[in-house]
């Protein structure tokens, strides 16, 4: 026999045709017999009832469009990752060597590489492919419309080495050289820098200009323009850092010091440099 | 060879979703459109405020796909657990900004499914009592409200409600009862007896 608190708790399950047979064969047979658990039987049924009775609009179109389009953007990131799971890594890592060896071509143009010790030179080697390969990495690792900035970044730190590799070549070092430490103009000023500090000073305006051109050239209005070219500049100046000391390792300790200081300071000065030129630029000319 | 989505289960469509394939992305929204906007509209009632976490529901199904497990549940529950949360969430939202919102649904959009050789009259007697019972509805609390939703529209068994309101079965079922009497109390207020106002 079924109590009539407990009949009526199964009420929902009832509805719900969630009963077993046994339960409710007993519980059909305590409604017919129990007026007050039948009222509220009926009484269930009716809301239970209307409540399926109700229908309601459907989503507005234009938010089931982003919906589809956010899923669209899902599966094309799906089905690249799967299609370039081994792909990319590999890929990056053979661009990852070459880029190592043209770069190590271009500075063995303008530096003397038989006066370091062939181990270094070999440490540098792989530091410098695993730089490479990991900008590559970023680079093709990500499909476009997924996360731009680690793409971007990696395009622009790229482009100012390109960029740094040509105008090494064109650059009168020398003669720059030359000129500070017997001009009469410079003289007291690379005097009283040092040789350190002079290098300091030519380092900073050769990462300044490349990536100054890079960031302007590649980027379109960012928000942010100031940390995000400080970040491009960072990881430039990763990517520079085996060739400075291709080039600079046959001089004094202070020379690499005060070059690579220097190109860092220019680097990140010249990555938010660019960045702010263009955001400015475009927001003037509402572009 | 691979089975027909229509033919799928929920979970199924699922993992084939999160390999990429956009059919069974499109036939999980087709299931669930209807069952998770009426559940939004109902829970609060302000027509932007369930787009947008309508929305956000989907969104979040796309971005949590990769952590969705089959083993752990079933999909129809993960997927109200989802929703359930964003309710939450808003009501928290709106009671520490002191907003005490009776969440409304438009009236003159519930429609009621008539069948179709129905008189006029039956099919504005439906009309009328679906529109008693949406202001039932209204005035029970939002957990309770939320309780009914599940157990009438979402189509979830007590153990699928049990796990998206993270209490047992029999609470799930306890929960509802209360529910269902609070509602039939509150029908009383309104029209006298609920089997003469339904």
Redesign the interface.
């Known amino acids: 026999m079924m109590h009539c608190k407990a009949a009526q708790r199964e009420l929902l399950s009832l509805l719900r045709g969630e009963l077993s047979e046994g339960r409710r064969r007993r519980l059909t047979a305590h409604l017919s017999t129990c007026r007050p658990c039948g009222i509220v039987q009926r009484e269930f049924q009716a809301i239970w009832e209307t409540g399926g009775a109700l229908e309601f609009p459907t989503p507005p179109p234009e938010i089931r469009k982003s919906i589809q389009d956010a899923a669209t953007a899902a599966v094309r990131e799906a089905r690249w990752k799967k299609r370039h799971f081994l792909r990319v890594p590999a890929l990056a890592l053979l661009l990852g060597l070459a880029a190592t060896l043209l770069s190590a071509g271009i500075f063995s143009l303008r530096a003397d590489l038989s006066m370091i010790p062939p181990l270094n030179l070999t440490i540098v080697g792989a530091l410098w492919t695993t730089l490479y390969t990991f900008v590559f990495f970023l680079w093709l690792g990500e499909p476009s419309d997924q996360g731009p900035l680690p793409r971007q970044f990696s395009q622009i730190s790229l482009a100012a080495l390109g960029l740094f590799g040509v105008l090494s070549l064109l650059y009168p070092l020398d003669q720059s050289v030359h000129f500070c430490r017997y001009s009469s103009l410079t003289q007291p000023v690379f005097e009283r820098l040092s040789i350190g500090g002079a290098f300091f000073v030519l380092g900073m305006v050769y990462a300044f200009i490349p990536m100054t051109l890079a960031t302007y050239l590649s980027c379109g209005q960012t928000q942010r323009p100031l940390w995000k070219g400080a970040l491009a500049g960072g990881l430039f100046v990763l990517l520079l850092l085996p060739g400075l000391y291709l080039k600079c390792a046959p001089f004094t300790f202070g020379i690499l010091l005060g070059w690579s200081a220097g190109s860092l300071v220019g680097s990140v000065a010249g990555g938010s440099f660019g960045l702010w030129l263009r955001y400015q630029l475009q927001a003037r000319t509402g572009g | 060879m691979k089975k027909k989505r229509e033919n799928c289960s929920d979970e199924q469509l699922m993992l084939r979703?999160?390999?990429?394939?956009?059919g069974a992305?499109?036939e999980l929204?087709k299931r669930y459109?209807?069952r998770l906007?009426?559940f939004f509209?109902?829970c609060l009632g302000n027509d932007e405020t369930a787009?947008d976490l309508?929305?956000e529901c989907?969104?979040r199904l796309?971005?949590a796909?990769h952590r969705y497990a089959a083993q752990n549940g079933s999909f129809s529950s993960w997927v109200f657990t989802i929703a359930h949360n964003l309710v939450r969430d808003t009501m928290r939202y709106r009671s520490r900004r002191g907003q005490v919102e009776v969440p409304t649904?438009n009236f003159r959009?519930?429609?009621?499914?008539?069948g179709e050789n129905d008189s006029p009259f039956q099919r504005l007697r439906?009309k009328e009592?679906?529109a008693i019972?949406?202001r039932a509805m209204d005035r029970l609390p939002t957990e309770q409200r939320e309780v009914?939703l599940l157990?009438?529209?979402s189509g979830l068994?007590?153990a699928e409600i049990s796990e998206v309101l993270g209490c047992s079965p029999q609470a799930a079922?306890?929960r509802?009862?209360r529910a269902?009497q609070n509602?039939?109390k509150i029908?009383w207020e309104l029209t006298g007896?609920?089997?003469d106002a339904?």
Do not use: C, P, W
Request: glycine share 4%.
């Open positions: 979703f999160r390999e990429g394939d956009m992305f499109q929204y459109e209807k906007y009426h509209r109902y787009d309508f929305q989907f969104l796309i971005g796909r649904a959009e519930i429609n009621a499914v008539s439906l009592r679906a019972l949406q009914i157990s009438r529209f068994s007590f079922k306890q509802a009862y269902m509602l039939r029908l007896r609920t089997d339904l």
